[in-house]
DNA sequence: AGTTAGCACTCGAAGCATGAGAGTGCTAAC
DNA sequence: GTTAGCACTCTCATGCTTCGAGTGCTAACT
């Protein structure tokens, strides 16, 4: 049963003055504001069918209508038009990216502020857990007296490091040696995979590398261990506060909760996830707690592995501005991505 | 004009209560609930003599009473006994902190989610910039063609790194005599101090060199540059929408944004700060944002610059858990710092 | 003199009625 | 198929009333 033009029209306002109003929106009122050429009876009888298809609900039998779920999602699938940042905008995110940025965590977090600001809801973005990255080079480098760093390369240019104590005895030398050994075994393998049985063959070294060899490894364990599993991080939180949707303080604090704990935005996001643009709109989330809002997301390519970012804000977003702002950074992502890194 | 001792606890009774329930406190009902050998009518009578020397205050004429900002202060200054964590809640810090944390991120990280869990208030920890700190260390550390790390260690052990290009046909051997230079140039001094005019010695090198020399400096250069001035780092933020006083979401609002832009918090704290105690109490602060919250913080020491850290939270704020918390934080991480750094 | 009981008074919060305004659905006419 | 007209519905704002907690004051008590 689909949709005659007009109704696609009807619906659209609807959606547009809602999104922008927080208002259900009456016949009257519309036609008015949009001047059609059609009276308000006659929108009034297309509304009601449209309530009757589903895309239009009715918060009181004497309020205006505003979108459904179901509105919305046949307008993002039918009919939207995305659009996308303005050149000044996309100037913006490419200074703050400039070359000089070598910090991944510098990247992430201004990408983040770049996507909060201009969609003006809260921005997200899940970098995928380091043990996913390739090995590249093991470095193990004095730098005082029984001190040294084991500085990690993978593959995308992100440096590990952490200190050891070694025997007093080792020569800078030998920890070359030894940090080629590390290197022989492990190039080109996933960090996860720096399994100490891997490494056995390493014990047969003599007895003052094999500590080295040791603490080695306990640093690389650490490191592993301490770069939690997905980072999450989210940016410009507070946006949402100003959604009337939330003016109910429990509803809010439940939503900034859901932000703070980072762990539980991780598993709201799809795990199969192109770098088209999905959207998820109120109930088709799985989360409870998050059910009263939106999401619009996109992947990027890391290394072979795959990340998450995307906007989060109530169902009446700007699905159209958020969908292009989100598309457009995916894409500057990629492009920085693949032109830095080691290889 | 000093206050009787049955003064004092009735205002004490007046604080306790009015912390715990943020609602004004009456004399019958203080009295009832404290089991109090006295009548209402005479604490009624005390009440008004604390009111009228600005201890107490009223929100309208026929409601209970509850303490003004100056009497929270005598209370802090005459009357707190601090109460210091559980021996179970200072285990947790010192298991958060155990041996392999070296990340000074991840120590600051859990120390601010410690203080603001245990307080119930949001927390803040202010680490000074890192151009405070003095060069211990520089390498220059080949990782493939063309390409190095510079390594920077501070005397503290915090260790910076940013990947440089070289020519081609540096070898290592060359790159660790440039670092030599360096080293010889800079260890000891601030790291704020590198500055290039220390450095034209250096630029007598012949030429391959003084590309490296050149790049290594640049590398510096951004360093520091992206190592922003003092760190804040704010938890647990969302405590303070449990307060009922932040009911009102354009304070709460307001609060919070200047939690997000963390430089502003720098700002109120205090600059000549021991490794004392301090607190401001509403309007003893500064800033006019934040005249309806009090500070409770304390210095620590890390290599010779303080840092600052405590909690924030409204002027019904239990002064006595936060100021014991604050004191045995700031004290475990002086034992924490004194005991690691590379000095 | 200090303490207490009693009482009139004040003020905010909660509950209820009322009216205005916006919007709908239906019917009948165009 | 479209529109005008009209009765009806429901929310929201406003004002009024009542209720309860608390005060300040006076007079009596110890």
Redesign the interface.
């Known amino acids: 049963m689909s949709l005659t033009e007009r109704q696609r029209q009807i619906l659209e306002s609807i959606i547009k003055d809602y999104v922008s109003t927080a208002e259900p929106v009456g016949s009257r009122a519309m036609v008015r504001k949009h001047g059609l050429s059609i009276s308000a009876a006659t929108v009034r009888n297309e509304m009601a069918d449209l309530e009757e298809m589903g895309y239009l609900e009715q918060p009181h039998t004497s309020a205006g209508r505003i979108p459904s779920e179901q509105g919305f999602r046949y307008y993002v699938d039918y009919m939207m038009e995305s659009v996308i940042p303005s050149d000044a905008e996309i100037d913006l995110l490419h200074q703050a990216l400039d070359d000089?940025?070598?910090?991944w965590n510098?990247v992430v977090q201004r990408v983040g502020h770049f996507l909060s600001q201009v969609t003006n809801y809260a921005s997200f973005i899940i970098v995928p857990s380091i043990k996913l990255s390739q090995f590249?080079?093991l470095?193990i480098?004095p730098?005082?007296e029984g001190?040294a760093?084991v500085?990690v390369?993978t593959d995308i240019?992100i440096?590990l490091?952490?200190?050891i104590t070694i025997p007093t005895s080792m020569t800078a030398d030998e920890l070359k040696k030894v940090g080629n050994l590390f290197n022989r075994a492990l190039r080109g393998k996933r960090l996860l995979e720096v399994k100490r049985s891997d490494l056995m063959m390493l014990r047969d070294e003599i007895k003052s590398r094999r500590q080295v060899i040791e603490k080695t490894l306990e640093a690389i364990d650490?490191l592993l261990d301490?770069s939690q599993d997905d980072r999450v991080v989210i940016t410009g939180?507070?946006n949402i506060?100003?959604e009337p949707e939330f003016?109910d303080?429990d509803k809010?604090?439940k939503v900034?909760?859901i932000f703070?704990e980072d762990g539980q935005l991780k598993d709201i996001v799809p795990d199969q996830i192109g770098e088209q643009v999905g959207i998820r709109i109120g109930k088709e989330n799985k989360l409870d707690d998050i059910k009263g809002m939106s999401l619009v997301f996109a992947g990027y390519k890391t290394g072979g592995e795959m990340g998450k970012m995307g906007v989060i804000g109530p169902v009446r977003m700007e699905y159209w501005k958020a969908a292009g702002t989100v598309e457009s950074v995916s894409r500057i992502i990629d492009e920085l991505l693949s032109k830095r890194g080691?290889k």
């Open positions: 000089r940025i070598q910090e510098d590249h080079d470095q480098i730098i005082q001190q760093i500085l390369v240019g440096i490091h952490r200190r650490t301490h939180a507070l506060i100003k003016k303080l809010l604090r900034l909760t703070e080691l």
